[in-house]
């Protein structure tokens, strides 16, 4: 009889009322809900027993793989490689004492497993040298649940992590990476791989609990020309290179996929690495001022152009450009550039210099037929056509928004602009038949395939005079 068997009927002759096949049905059913590839029939028929108030009893041995993970498992010593580790978090129990906790991911060649390391092991030495895909031993663990139910080894006090060698039969890293253009629903723990397709966007906000948070968001794209967005919620952007360009190679280690109101998105944490070929070397940019508004959280927000007519979108958090006015040229030394997004912080250096080589805002216009969705913000001059129209519009998470909508016309052809939300109150001001200058619009695909224009942060509408 073999291992499992002999368990099925320890189980069976504790639960009579059980048939074999109602057993058999439930272990599908658990494997199915923690997901392909996370659990074998014997991990499993563990995890029904303690669902039902039953105790195997069954020695475990000394060495397991991940997949041979149950809730209950003492003593375990598990071979793996790492996938990423998380920073140490301080907590409260009730008592009002304190305890350490830190969590990191490993991974074998059949599955993947989260990590918790309590009080003192959460500093062992060398534990924040960890990098992934490098190969540790998991020395007396003890394994319990999570909240969906999942196994989650534990190391406590009389446990440890140590370093495993430099050859093992374990998939290396790149070896588990997969493309972006191929991830699915429900995964997790993943490592993929892209281009970066435009800028990176970090953003900071107050949470539901009054706390402050932060988020890194851009967009990859897979070989297959499939462009997922990414979302990565309280990452350290210090790991982030400060000049990063458009297309550059981009892997994320340790995300899930969520469906967003775009579809599927890669959602990460603090415990996500991310490499992203870039340099941290920053050199001298100089730029003609387009425009200057105000952002919501009262940053200043700038567009400019280079000498080659390229537009740099410019996010000033520090008030280094508040003596500047449209049309100066400025040299300035950025904290970050991310492709065409650039930012100043309390370390940038910016001065007005006298540079007759960079283009003037009429210089750098687009025609309407010459527009292309891309990841470029452009500057038309045109006539208004229809008189623009506001209204309230419900998204699918059912808030209200406003959205404001023209229809406008240069010499080559016609196209409409919109504005969402604060964008949609520049269009109040004007009237059909006006001619207008719109600095800084994104150009999209819209209904039936045809492009449309959209006001950005950064876009200012002028009348010709």
Same mark, same amino acid.
């Given at each position: 009889?073999?291992?499992? +068997?002999?368990?099925?009927?320890?189980?069976?002759?504790?639960?009579? +009322?059980?048939?074999?096949?109602?057993?058999?049905?439930?272990?599908?059913?658990?494997?199915?809900?923690?997901?392909?590839?996370?659990?074998? /029939? =014997? &991990?499993?028929? *563990?995890?029904?027993?303690?669902?039902?108030?039953?105790?195997?009893?069954?020695?475990?041995?000394?060495?397991?793989?991940?997949?041979?993970?149950?809730?209950?498992?003492?003593?375990?010593?598990?071979?793996?490689?790492?996938?990423?580790?998380?920073?140490?978090?301080? *907590?409260?129990?009730?008592?009002?004492?304190?305890?350490?906790?830190?969590?990191?991911?490993?991974?074998?060649?059949?599955?993947?497993?989260?990590?918790?390391?309590?009080?003192?092991?959460?500093?062992?030495?060398?534990?924040?040298?960890?990098?992934?895909?490098?190969?540790?031993?998991?020395?007396?663990?003890?394994?319990?649940?999570?909240?969906?139910?999942?196994?989650?080894?534990?190391? &406590?006090?009389?446990?440890?992590?140590?370093?495993? !060698?430099?050859?093992?039969?374990?998939?290396?890293?790149?070896?588990?990476?997969?493309?972006?253009?191929?991830?699915?629903?429900? =995964?997790?723990?993943?490592?993929?791989?892209?281009?970066?397709?435009?800028?990176?966007?970090?953003?900071?906000?107050?949470? *539901?609990?009054?706390?402050?948070?932060?988020?890194?968001?851009?967009?990859?794209?897979?070989?297959? &020309?499939?462009?997922?967005?990414?979302?990565?919620?309280?990452?350290? =952007?210090?790991?982030?290179?400060?000049?990063?360009?458009? !297309?550059?190679?981009?892997?994320?280690? %340790?995300?899930?996929?969520?469906?967003?109101?775009?579809?599927?998105?890669?959602?990460?944490?603090?415990?996500?690495?991310?490499?992203?070929?870039?340099?941290?070397?920053?050199?001298?940019?100089?730029?003609?001022?387009?425009?200057?508004?105000?952002? +919501?959280?009262?940053?200043?927000?700038?567009?400019?152009?280079? =000498? +080659?007519?390229?537009?740099?979108?410019?996010?000033?958090?520090?008030?280094?450009? @508040?003596?500047?006015?449209?049309?100066?040229?400025?040299?300035?030394?950025?904290?970050?550039?991310? !492709?065409?997004?650039?930012?100043?912080?309390?370390?940038?250096?910016?001065? @007005?210099?006298?540079?007759?080589?960079?283009?003037?805002?009429?210089?750098?216009?687009?025609?309407?037929?010459?527009?292309?969705?891309?990841?470029?913000?452009?500057?038309?001059?045109?006539?208004?056509?229809?008189?623009?129209?506001?209204?309230?519009?419900?998204? @699918?998470? %059912?808030?209200?928004?406003?959205?404001?909508?023209?229809?406008?016309?240069? /010499?080559?052809?016609?196209?409409?602009?919109? &504005?969402?939300?604060?964008?949609?109150?520049?269009?109040?001001?004007?009237?059909?038949?006006?001619?207008?200058?719109?600095?800084?619009?994104?150009?999209?695909?819209?209904?039936?395939?045809?492009?449309?224009?959209?006001?950005?942060?950064?876009?200012?509408?002028?009348? @010709?005079?």
């Amino acid at each position: 009889m073999s291992e499992f +068997d002999s368990l099925l009927s320890k189980l069976l002759e504790q639960k009579p +009322d059980l048939l074999r096949t109602q057993i058999e049905e439930m272990i599908q059913k658990k494997k199915e809900k923690i997901g392909a590839g996370y659990l074998t /029939d =014997q &991990g499993a028929l *563990f995890l029904i027993a303690s669902d039902l108030g039953v105790s195997l009893n069954e020695p475990l041995k000394v060495e397991m793989g991940l997949k041979d993970l149950y809730v209950g498992a003492k003593e375990i010593t598990l071979a793996t490689r790492v996938m990423n580790v998380y920073p140490v978090k301080q *907590f409260s129990r009730k008592d009002g004492t304190q305890f350490l906790l830190r969590t990191m991911t490993v991974y074998d060649g059949d599955s993947r497993a989260q990590v918790k390391l309590w009080d003192e092991k959460a500093n062992l030495p060398g534990i924040e040298n960890l990098k992934p895909g490098d190969l540790v031993k998991i020395i007396k663990a003890y394994v319990k649940s999570d909240m969906k139910g999942n196994p989650i080894i534990n190391v &406590g006090s009389g446990s440890n992590i140590e370093p495993n !060698g430099t050859v093992s039969s374990i998939p290396s890293l790149d070896a588990i990476t997969d493309d972006v253009g191929s991830v699915k629903e429900n =995964q997790q723990n993943l490592v993929v791989t892209g281009v970066l397709d435009g800028n990176i966007r970090a953003t900071e906000f107050t949470n *539901f609990k009054g706390e402050p948070g932060k988020s890194v968001q851009l967009r990859l794209k897979g070989k297959d &020309g499939t462009v997922v967005r990414v979302v990565l919620w309280n990452v350290d =952007q210090k790991t982030i290179p400060k000049m990063i360009s458009t !297309g550059a190679k981009t892997r994320l280690i %340790g995300v899930k996929t969520k469906v967003g109101q775009m579809g599927l998105e890669l959602h990460g944490d603090e415990g996500t690495v991310i490499e992203i070929e870039g340099a941290t070397e920053i050199q001298p940019i100089i730029i003609r001022i387009l425009s200057i508004t105000k952002s +919501d959280s009262g940053n200043t927000l700038i567009l400019g152009t280079k =000498q +080659d007519k390229n537009i740099i979108s410019i996010t000033d958090t520090a008030s280094l450009t @508040k003596d500047l006015v449209l049309g100066d040229v400025i040299e300035c030394m950025p904290s970050k550039v991310y !492709g065409n997004s650039i930012t100043l912080e309390g370390d940038s250096f910016v001065r @007005k210099i006298d540079d007759q080589k960079i283009p003037t805002l009429s210089e750098i216009r687009t025609k309407i037929k010459e527009i292309k969705p891309a990841d470029t913000l452009y500057c038309v001059e045109a006539i208004i056509l229809k008189l623009p129209e506001k209204r309230e519009i419900q998204t @699918k998470t %059912g808030e209200m928004v406003l959205l404001s909508e023209t229809f406008i016309e240069d /010499d080559t052809g016609q196209i409409w602009l919109k &504005g969402w939300r604060s964008q949609a109150r520049l269009l109040e001001q004007f009237t059909q038949g006006e001619i207008i200058t719109v600095t800084a619009v994104n150009a999209k695909s819209g209904l039936e395939g045809r492009i449309e224009l959209f006001l950005s942060p950064y876009s200012v509408i002028t009348r @010709k005079n």
